[in-house]
């Protein structure tokens, strides 16, 4: 059962009267979350599964629209909790948990035998011991790149294992001669960059550091770090210049029309990409490639997640619907539906989709780890401070020093030691 | 007898109707602006994320004057405030250029009155709508602006990517409608500037910018005045332009008073109230300045009468 | 008059003022024009990057596409239902006030007064958090209620301080023969004042309709779904939706500024006398 958001309270009121003039037998699990429509109609794929194995439950979904949810989430969540509601893992359901808005699911992972189906999202469902979110779905980051571009400016092209370091920047040196922008990205709304910062530092030093770094362990002045500087420094050259007043899908339409060859992006970006009139032909994808040898290769993945509310009305009937996400069936189902990638390492991936292969076979290998993405491993403020920093050294690089002290001066602020 | 109660009740309904006549209004301005004010000000001293707990408290916590203290440090509070300050000076352009294109228009033509409307047209569209234009117009690659600088240099500017460029591309864009209402502001005061003194000036012989000065300026002068006062508000207030052009960036070099105390307080990584308000209070405190200057003449002006 | 009537320059002049004002308007309004011009050009011309050539045709079909597969039509009626209530709301409200600030000579008079003036003047920040929290805490976040009753309260400071003056500068003997006559003062505000208060109340109107109708910040943060969002706000969130599609954000821009356009229009002298009061005495 699914209806429209309607923000006026009466009608919302009038709403509820005649949805629960139909279920009146039913016990009511309220859903709160922010699809878009493909990912939507999955959702309402698996609410009828799961209603029709459970007649006796009736589960409502109120959809929002994506950007609006982030700030009705801090209000629902109070004034009018659902059952459930969408977030995200780490360290951005924190402020929620902290607030007691969220509740205790460990009891769901302990039934279900989570801890072992889940195994690689249990540390960023996890906050003091507990769980508190049932992640169901992830996709990869990487190099997606444009086998026309690469024919263009005569570069050889990558496999799905990549290149290496030297290889890749002798290639953006090609690239730059033949005047196509070797890595392109569109930085306004400052994440893109924190996608190339964060394979830079997870190739320069390892999951670890991108973990401790993210949680203000790390000095921004320590050798390591600057280290990652000073790689990234190395593709600052080559990447397109003005990205700072782009889109992401503005630089996605430099990437189809061949005037850039590379993009480090999330897997959502190919439905774009392909809007844009590339096909599983010229477009291509690999993993960053490694810098420092022999650490051990980590990914990006940031998971999507459900979580209980506090204020859950109906509980009991919510942890069965979670349980239900958290399984390999539903799983398999709606990440076929929309592209992505399931959690649950018992669910299946559709085998005609070449970069949802590349991708479950670039995260199950990952011997490294997987983050989250470098704003939802960070504190609010610090990923923003960070996300700034590494846009302007991209625009910037002569300004190191002052990036580096500011960002300095911020970690000492926001975790006193 | 009955005549004094009649007087009395007449009295009475004299000193109690002015207040029930603005009851309504002063209620509402109360709730909204009034109390919110000293609200904004007790949140300033406080650390809170917005959120309640389940039972509805508030979950603040005191800190003192720690968040002051914190924008005296924080670069970002120095940005803003530094271009709010280049917005302030360099918005007053729009005085001698709405000046100008008021002189320029104030002729007596077929059609001059179809154009004045059309020169104020800018003021009348939503700032939104100017910000998309501009974006447009700036936009890299393929902006007008772009190609003209490519033409011209060899190498186009995208204005809105150059940290140290950006905050003048968005006052330009402010400028625009700034200017159309500075100009109709001047063309009215125009209207009423008394022509047999402009005839005996130049009768003494006084023409072009001095004629300006001495004849024509000192009696724009109550025009002038709400033309600052409107321009300077206007300087403040600059929250539109910034959102929709740039977002504050690139990396914050574009932010504004207005558009980081917005960040802090509502912005995806936000969500410090308590900052955001110290911004605001900061923000406040400098248009304070600027209103006492403007009550200050209203008031010398009620004496006058 | 100043600068010297044209006419009594030379013909050459003449010409040249005659050549320059319709210049000076396309320089002025080039990049509106330009807004206006790619409006109606067809997606494929900017797929092509043909961005200022001629238009391979006119493409009244992006109008028709933001009307059908966006929610446009939505959000202008919600500036409709946002904007029409704060304009008869503010203005009956400071008619009010302005009666009393402008009739009564009472101790709080000038104070009153001047409080209006200045909370007209205050930053929008100085209210938003506790604005926005009152708003959620009476369930009035996102809807256009929750935004027309504080576009109300805000308002009533300007609005007060124009139908205070305006109300000053009437005749006072009125008022004094009416109370000779043993009139009420509710009588004489709505039987003498009212009726010559129309051009107070046609200049006033327009211009707090333009206001409201521009207003996005308020609009961004009191409301925020289709069911209640404003067209200015809707537009932003559009933007974020339509990048690359210059000719969907141009259709979506000169849509906005219609309304507000066409109140100018249509209302021109009253616009124009409510936006210099004061500036000239």
Redesign the interface.
């Given at each position: 059962m699914v209806h429209k958001?309607?923000?006026?309270?009466t009608l919302g009121a009038a709403l509820l009267l005649s949805t629960s003039a139909f279920a009146q037998d039913k016990r009511v699990v309220t859903w709160n979350a922010d699809y878009d429509p493909i990912p939507l109609a999955a959702a309402e794929a698996l609410i009828a599964d799961f209603e029709a194995a459970n007649p006796e439950i009736d589960v409502q979904l109120t959809n929002?629209?994506h950007?609006?949810y982030?700030?009705?989430i801090?209000?629902f969540?109070?004034?009018d909790a659902p059952d459930l509601a969408n977030w995200y893992a780490a360290n951005r359901m924190r402020?929620?948990v902290e607030?007691?808005?969220f509740a205790d699911i460990s009891d769901v992972w302990a039934n279900n035998g989570l801890m072992e189906s889940l195994a690689s999202s249990v540390p960023s469902s996890t906050i003091d011991g507990k769980q508190y979110a049932i992640p169901y779905t992830y996709y990869q980051w990487g190099i997606y790149y444009n086998r026309d571009a690469y024919a263009a400016a005569g570069v050889e092209v990558p496999g799905p294992e990549g290149v290496n370091w030297e290889t890749f920047l002798a290639n953006c040196e090609k690239f730059k001669a033949a005047g196509i922008d070797c890595v392109t990205t569109g930085?306004?709304?400052?994440w893109p960059v924190a996608g190339i910062f964060d394979y830079v530092s997870l190739r320069t030093n390892g999951y670890q550091f991108h973990s401790d770094l993210a949680a203000g362990k790390i000095s921004w002045t320590s050798p390591e770090a600057r280290a990652v500087f000073e790689n990234l420094g190395k593709l600052q050259p080559y990447v397109t210049?003005?990205?700072?007043?782009?889109?992401w899908?503005?630089a996605a339409?430099l990437f189809v029309q061949g005037k850039a060859a590379n993009y480090v992006m999330g897997n959502f970006a190919v439905g774009v990409f392909k809007e844009g009139g590339m096909t599983n032909d010229n477009l291509g994808f690999m993993v960053f490639p490694e810098i420092a040898a022999g650490i051990a290769r980590a990914e990006e993945a940031p998971t999507d997640t459900i979580h209980l509310t506090?204020?859950a009305k109906n509980p009991e009937d919510a942890k069965a619907f979670l349980a239900y996400m958290a399984s390999p069936e539903a799983q398999s189902k709606w990440n076929t539906a929309v592209g992505q990638l399931p959690t649950n390492k018992n669910a299946t991936v559709p085998a005609d989709d070449p970069f949802l292969t590349a991708g479950f076979e670039a995260l199950s290998t990952a011997t490294g780890g997987i983050a989250q993405f470098w704003?939802r491993d960070a504190d609010?403020?610090y990923?923003?401070a960070g996300m700034?920093?590494f846009?302007?050294f991209l625009?910037?690089p002569e300004a190191l020093e002052e990036i580096l002290t500011?960002l300095e001066?911020t970690r000492t602020?926001l975790f006193p030691q | 007898m009955a005549q004094a109660s009649q007087a009395a009740r007449r009295w009475n309904q004299r000193t109690i109707a002015p207040w029930l006549f603005l009851a309504p209004g002063l209620f509402m301005f109360g709730v909204y602006v009034l109390w919110p004010i000293i609200q904004s000000v007790t949140l300033s001293f406080y650390d809170w994320?917005?959120?309640?707990?389940?039972d509805?408290e508030f979950?603040g916590t005191f800190v003192g004057t720690r968040n002051y203290a914190?924008l005296m440090?924080d670069?970002a509070f120095e940005t803003s405030l530094w271009n709010n300050l280049k917005w302030l000076v360099l918005y007053m352009l729009a005085l001698p250029i709405g000046l100008f294109i008021a002189i320029f228009l104030n002729q007596t033509v077929t059609g001059i009155r179809l154009y004045k409307s059309l020169f104020f047209f800018p003021f009348v569209i939503s700032q939104v709508v100017v910000g998309l234009i501009f974006a447009w117009f700036?936009?890299?690659?393929f902006g007008l602006f772009y190609l003209l600088t490519e033409s011209l240099t060899g190498k186009g500017t995208?204005?809105?990517?150059d940290?140290d460029l950006v905050t003048y591309g968005i006052i330009v864009a402010g400028l625009w409608p700034q200017i159309a209402y500075v100009m109709i502001l001047y063309l009215t005061g125009l209207n009423n500037v008394a022509p047999d003194q402009i005839e005996a000036a130049r009768l003494d012989g006084a023409k072009g910018w001095r004629m300006l000065w001495y004849v024509v300026l000192p009696q724009l002068r109550p025009a002038t005045f709400i033309a600052v006062i409107v321009t300077v508000i206007g300087a403040l207030r600059s929250f539109d332009l910034v959102s929709i052009m740039?977002?504050g960036?690139?990396?914050?070099s574009s932010r504004v008073l207005s558009y980081y105390m917005f960040e802090m307080a509502?912005g995806?990584?936000?969500?410090?109230m308590g900052y955001g308000a110290a911004i605001a209070v900061v923000l406040f405190a400098i248009m304070m300045i600027f209103i006492s200057g403007f009550i200050w003449k209203m008031w010398r002006d009620e004496k006058e009468r | 008059m100043f600068p010297r009537p044209i006419q009594k320059s030379s013909t050459a002049a003449q010409w040249l003022y005659a050549v320059a004002l319709p210049i000076a308007l396309l320089v002025w309004l080039f990049p509106l024009l330009g807004v206006a011009l790619t409006s109606l050009r067809p997606a494929s011309d900017l797929a092509q990057g043909n961005y200022f050539g001629m238009p391979s045709g006119i493409a009244w079909e992006n109008y028709i596409f933001i009307f059908t597969e966006t929610p446009i039509g939505q959000y202008m009626i919600n500036s409709l239902w946002v904007t029409i209530p704060t304009v008869i709301g503010a203005v009956s409200l400071s008619l009010m006030t302005g009666f009393a600030l402008a009739v009564y000579g009472f101790r709080a008079n000038i104070l009153v007064f001047f409080m209006f003036v200045a909370g007209n003047f205050v930053p929008f920040q100085i209210l938003m958090v506790p604005v926005r929290d009152m708003t959620?805490q009476l369930?009035m976040?996102?809807?256009w209620y929750g935004l027309a009753l504080f576009h109300i309260a805000f308002n009533t400071g300007f609005c007060t301080l124009f139908m205070r003056n305006f109300i000053k500068a009437l005749p006072y003997e009125l008022i004094e023969a009416a109370r000779v006559e043993g009139v009420t003062e509710w009588r004489i505000f709505w039987y003498i004042v009212l009726p010559l208060m129309r051009p107070a109340i046609a200049a006033l109107s327009v211009l707090v309709f333009t206001f409201i109708w521009n207003d996005f910040f308020w609009a961004t943060v009191l409301?925020?779904?289709?069911?209640?969002q404003p067209i200015t706000a809707g537009l932003s969130?559009l933007n974020?939706q339509w990048?690359?599609q210059w000719h969907l954000v141009s259709a979506g821009s000169i849509l906005a500024a219609l309304p507000p356009v066409a109140m100018f229009f249509l209302m021109q002298k009253h616009f124009i006398a409510g936006l210099t009061l004061g500036a000239v005495k």
């Open positions: 958001l309607t923000g006026a309270l929002f629209d950007e609006a982030k700030n009705a801090r209000n969540l109070t004034a402020p929620f607030a007691g808005l930085s306004s709304a400052l210049e003005n990205h700072a007043a782009i889109d899908q503005d339409a506090s204020g704003d609010a403020e990923a923003k700034e920093g846009q302007r625009v910037q500011q001066a602020r | 994320n917005g959120l309640y707990n389940q509805g979950t914190e440090t670069p700036y936009a890299p690659n995208a204005i809105l990517a940290p740039t977002t960036g690139p990396f914050g509502l995806e990584f936000g969500f410090r | 959620l369930g976040y996102d809807t409301t925020q779904g289709v069911d209640s969130s974020g990048i690359a």
